[in-house]
């Protein structure tokens, strides 16, 4: 057995956004809350962390206001170099979605991943920008990703990111499978009436089509542009889409799964989706 303990964050932003200074208050307060939310994973022996999409701040691309920008982070920088100490000092793979700033305008929706000795292993970039209704305008501060759907090996397993929106197109999702990903972290910022209802069919189904987990985490609360309520109810799906752990739709909370990533193995020679893929029919997929 392969077993490996997961944690997922789903947080609360109860901070103020009406001033620069409140706003700064607040990221920090936010940081703090997940840095206690890493101690508590330690003490629950847990291997690999995963935190929600965009997790210092409130989900502010529910309006279009620049005073944003200047909230984004350097990868690496001060924000890095301190959740790599978070990781090393609770022994745990941490992912970190984070506003990144590559250079001045240009952002990107990002998540890093460090190992549990500290050490920043890469990024992803969030591929897949909407801009829609009730209040998802990203398209005003992000670029689509450039790097393409990378897996990390951790010292717990082979580890893919797809962000948020990504979870929508199945594309990635078996791109993250063919390069070899044994579990899914898909950090979320998203609100009833818009997307309750796919949350536990879109990506169970993933886990079914690659034959590996998904973790899926959600923001909780209402913030202040009264565009919803962040549902939570974070998870863990197993190869055969079977919810291993669900987290509440309305409270702060860790979530913890054990896993065994030998299902995978198991469920892969029953279902032999790779076996039978057929690339070489699927040209159309690629046409603009």
Known sequence: MRNLRVGLVQAKWDGDVTDEEAIEESIEKMIRKHENFAAAAKKKEVQILCFQELFYGPYFCAEQNRRWYKYAQPIPGPLT???CNLARKNNLVLIVPMYEE???GIYYNTAIIIDSDGSLLGKMRKMHIPHLDPGFWEKFYFRPGNLGYPV???SVGKVGIYICYDRHFPEGARALGLNGAEIVFNPSATVAGLS???????QPAHAVANGYFIAAINRVGEEP???GTF???SYVADPRGNLVAQGSRDKEELIVADIDLDLIREVRNTWQFYRDRRPDS???LTKL
Not at 196 to 202: G, K, R, Y
């Open 81 to 83: 170099e301190r959740m």
């Open 102 to 104: 590559e250079m001045a």
């Open 196 to 202: 309750e209802h796919l949350w536990i069919l879109e």
């Open 225 to 227: 542009w009264k565009t």
């Open 231 to 233: 549902y939570g109810s």
């Open 152 to 154: 990390f090996e951790t």
């Open 282 to 284: 699927y040209g159309d």
